[in-house]
């Protein structure tokens, strides 16, 4: 008699990962050094405030011996004013703490995923176009050979099975008709580059819309790097002016007394694509506010914050214009809900063909990663 095998759920209590001190303090302190923009100094006294409201540590680990982990492990350096290494300052005095490119490429690594959750990552991958044919990444699905196959595209298992069954064992041979080849797709590649607005209104009226930016293109930084090496990511901030970073200053990036130059942010990002040889190339933007500045050929920078200047707004558009002659789709993540700003971004869409998406903070990420592999898989040409 057969033994009757019930399926179903079986439910317990939750109970926390087990992790040491340091790695309790090391999730907090991470976040923390996202925050204050990578100043270690104002990171580690949240950390001492936070510290003695929920007693985060106690006598047998401080404070001080998180930070003399954090050194050792490689997170941290010290650095003294005279060119000194650690211990090499004055006596009683400490160095001066900095985050090292391991704690860098460390927070990148959990802003992906944070932001991106399950997401798998191959070394080598990159993002499929759909389209069939003789290119370099595996389908999975099996076809007749044709005339112009490449050799080490025929699978051989599967050909030999064919052979069996067209021919039988006893007068076993293999003819053309037997051979099957198994499917790749091509591997597009993409240029991106992202624009992120540090105007003062991005820390204005009690919200922190920097950090959320900062951890989305850091985490667009690393699952490009990663997962799709073939692409190329650039990265512009924009406010009275507009000028690159390396991906490696995000951690850093803060809002600065600016207006919002659009235009300006525009034009860096064209002149950026135009040096690269991808067919398929766009732009992200990220920004809460509206266009408030230009900066004039005499050098001089016109300004206006109140409403929507008709010039500064005439320009916005004439950019996404040349934008979609470029063939360059243009993104917006617009992180404000004013209807008239709404109509500006609405026409500055229409203008350049492009998308637009009217968001809050959450689910910023999300967003971008998705219209990111949408764009890689449908804009070959």
């Known amino acids: 008699m057969l033994k009757q095998i019930r399926k179903g759920f079986r439910f317990f209590n939750y109970e926390a990962p087990d992790q040491t001190p340091f790695e309790k303090l090391f999730e907090i302190f991470q976040e923390l050094i996202t925050h204050t923009s990578g100043d270690v100094d104002e990171a580690l006294d949240w950390l001492r405030e936070l510290d003695k409201e929920y007693e985060l ?38 160095g001066n703490l900095s985050i090292t490119a391991k704690m860098e490429r460390l927070i990148r690594q959990r802003a992906l995923e944070k932001i991106f959750g399950k997401l798998k990552r191959s070394g080598a991958g990159n993002h499929k176009t759909g389209k069939s044919g003789r290119g370099d990444e595996h389908t999975g699905e099996f076809r007749e050979y044709r005339y112009g196959d490449a050799l080490e595209r025929i699978s051989m298992t599967e050909s030999l099975k064919n052979a069996q069954i067209n021919h039988g064992l006893g007068n076993f041979s293999l003819s053309e008709e037997d051979l099957v080849v198994e499917d790749t797709q091509y591997k597009a590649q993409m240029s991106t580059v992202l624009m992120i607005d540090i105007s003062h209104s991005m820390i204005l009226y009690g919200e922190d819309r920097i950090t959320p930016a900062k951890k989305v293109a850091m985490a667009l930084a690393e699952l490009i790097t990663t997962r799709y090496p073939k692409d190329t990511l650039d990265i512009l901030v924009f406010g009275n002016d507009a000028w690159p970073i390396p991906i490696k200053d995000l951690p850093y ?11 300006a942010g525009l034009q860096l990002a064209m002149d950026m694509l135009r040096r690269k040889r991808n067919t398929n190339k766009q732009i992200f933007m990220i920004t809460d506010g509206k266009p408030s500045c230009l900066r004039l050929p005499d050098g001089t920078y016109y300004k206006n914050s109140v409403g929507l200047d008709e010039h500064i707004v005439e320009k916005c558009y004439a950019m996404a214009q040349q934008a979609r002659k470029l063939h360059i789709p243009i993104t917006t993540f617009m992180i404000a809900q004013d209807p008239y700003l709404m109509r500006f971004v609405k026409e500055f869409t229409q203008a350049n063909k492009g998308k637009a998406f009217y968001t809050g903070l959450k689910g910023l990420g999300e967003m971008i990663f998705e219209d990111y592999e949408t764009n890689r898989r449908k804009r070959l040409k």
């Open 57 to 94: 540590t106690d006598d047998d680990y401080t404070i001080d011996d998180f930070i003399e982990d954090l050194k050792s492990k490689g997170y941290l350096r010290e650095e003294f004013e005279d060119g000194g290494g650690e211990g090499e300052g004055e006596e009683g005095k400490g």
């Open 253 to 263: 990036l803060k809002v600065g007394p600016y207006h919002t130059n659009t235009v």
